[in-house]
């Protein structure tokens, strides 16, 4: 039974840039979360999705971010014209969303992002 | 919107000693509480939680919490740490209604030998 899979584990982009960061929750899972570390800092939540609907996306910034959870595939982050403060560890987590553990998340390995 | 506090940024500890990690939320409601580590390089794994019931909960490698409503705390203990725990700390909350997580921090825990 797969975890939790991100790919790419690194992504280099110059500014100005776009960025595609995917995440494919674990077997049975429904929802995801997407999550970015900065250095020497916790986890600060960005957005919750559900299949084909995005159920809170209040942590994420207004501009130049967007997230989708498709029918098929993975879910993708997606940050346009990358900047240097974009550069961080960004986590994403699946959960089955329903039943008893609705409340635990399983967190793939993240993907490492740098602008140069 | 919740805030969660870890004190200790970074804990050195022998092996084999106890250790405790604190952490601190602020909430006035009832909130449910998580434990994650993270070893370098990875994914955060879930070491416990609390929901309801007892106060005291038991999670994986050994791990415990306690938690204490009246200090809203839910500081983590390990009786002997090992080597292997060697790795980062986070502590987490989450509203029942609500849909987000929020972590402290971090505590960097270091067993040396």
């Known amino acids: 039974n797969a975890g939790v899979m991100q790919n790419p584990r690194h992504l280099v982009r110059r500014r100005g840039q776009e960025a595609r960061l995917r995440c494919s929750p674990m077997?049975?899972?429904?929802?995801v979360y997407w999550y970015r570390q900065l250095p020497e800092e916790g986890l600060k939540f960005m957005v919750y999705?559900?299949?084909?609907?995005?159920?809170?996306e209040s942590g994420m910034p207004k501009e130049r971010f967007s997230a989708e959870f498709p029918k098929e595939g993975p879910s993708i982050l997606r940050i346009q014209q990358v900047v240097r403060g974009d550069s961080a560890a960004y986590f994403c987590?699946?959960?089955?969303?329903?039943?008893?553990?609705?409340?635990?998340?399983?967190f793939g390995p993240g993907t490492r992002l740098t602008v140069t | 919107a919740q805030s969660v506090t870890q004190l200790d940024s970074q804990v050195p500890v022998f092996e084999e000693a106890p250790v405790e990690l604190r952490c601190n939320y602020s909430?006035?409601?009832?909130?449910?509480l998580f434990w994650y580590v993270q070893y370098p390089n990875q994914g955060l794994q879930l070491l416990l939680k609390?929901?309801?019931?007892?106060?005291l909960v038991k999670g994986i490698n050994g791990f415990e919490a306690e938690f204490n409503k009246s200090q809203t705390s839910f500081h983590l203990r390990k009786p002997s740490v090992h080597i292997s725990d060697t790795a980062e700390y986070f502590c987490?909350?989450?509203?029942?209604?609500?849909?987000?997580?929020?972590f402290g921090t971090g505590t960097s825990l270091t067993v040396i030998p």
């Open positions: 909430s006035s409601v009832s909130v449910y």
């Open positions: 077997k049975g899972h429904s929802h």
């Open positions: 609390y929901l309801s019931g007892s106060t």
């Open positions: 999705l559900q299949k084909e609907n995005i159920i809170d």
């Open positions: 987590a699946s959960s089955p969303g329903a039943g008893v553990k609705i409340y635990e998340q399983y």
């Open positions: 987490a909350v989450r509203r029942p209604t609500g849909n987000q997580f929020y």
